[in-house]
Antibody
Framework: ELQLVESGGGLVQPGGSLRLSCVAS????????MSWVRQAPGKGLEWVAN????????YYVGSVKGRFTISRDNAKNSLFLQMSTLRAEDTAVYYC?????????????WGQGTLVTVSS | DVVMTQSPLSLPVTLGQPASISCRSS???????????LNWFQQRPGQSPRRLIY???NRDSGVPDRFSGSGSGTDFTLKISRVEAEDVGVYYC?????????FGQGTRVEIK
């Protein structure tokens, strides 16, 4: 069974940092683009970042560029999101999703999400 | 960024009746490879999003055939032929043609 399990969320002060992780199972992780998508409490969805199979290509939405870094470890079937200089508006549930390019797999599987709260 | 506009934002439906959600993009979603990367997602209360439709009209595995997608260019529609109680939730369109990918605001489907 295909699974994506996120972890690493929590309460962090404005200006602080946090690293999210997503462990994949049930499919060949190294063969797929992977992405992070977030959802602020009671709000809609925002696609945050995606990364190519070998990590050589990465894309970010403008609001996180220069503050967030997406990375992956194919040997450990893991996806990461390093978040720094966090702001209140970064408060959201962060989902790991399979896909991220123009193909049939864009967003076809999602994890359960991990909540990040930025507050003093 | 491409703006995705859904309507209506709230959709009360009687069980067994059809429902239709519109999604319009601020620019064409046809990519240079000839494909149109428009997906539909369902988010039930308290759950993660689930993809229903990809590339305008392709239903994902396990998605009931009462769900269908159509459209072209900048104008797209998700239809539910006969709404069931399990269809309650918020539906989002997503364009995956122009980076950054962008979602519509969401349409809340509820039972009358």
């Amino acid at each position: 069974e295909l699974q994506l399990v996120e972890s690493g969320g929590g309460l962090v002060q404005p200006g602080g940092s946090l690293r999210l992780s997503c462990v994949a199972s049930g499919f060949t992780f190294s063969s797929y683009w992977m992405s992070w998508v977030r959802q602020a409490p009671g709000k809609g969805l925002e696609w945050v970042a995606n990364i190519k199979q070998d990590g050589s290509d990465k894309y970010y939405v403008g609001s996180v560029k220069g503050r967030f870094t997406i990375s992956r470890d194919n040997a450990k079937n893991s996806l990461f999101l390093q978040m720094s200089t966090l702001r209140a508006e970064d408060t959201a549930v962060y989902y790991c999703a399979r896909g991220g390019r123009r193909d049939d797999y864009n967003g076809d599987y999602w994890g359960q999400g991990t909540l990040v709260t930025v507050s003093s | 960024d491409v703006v995705m506009t859904q309507s209506p934002l709230s959709l009360p439906v009687t069980l067994g009746q059809p429902a239709s959600i519109s999604c319009r993009s601020s620019q064409s979603l046809v990519y240079s490879d000839g494909n149109t990367y428009l997906n539909w997602f369902q988010q039930r209360p308290g759950q993660s999003p689930r993809r229903l439709i990809y590339k305008v009209s392709n239903r994902d595995s396990g998605v009931p055939d009462r769900f269908s997608g159509s459209g072209s260019g900048t104008d797209f529609t998700l239809k539910i032929s006969r709404v069931e109680a399990e269809d309650v939730g918020v539906y989002y369109c997503l364009q995956g043609t122009h980076w950054p990918w962008t979602f519509g605001q969401g349409t809340r489907v509820e039972i009358k």
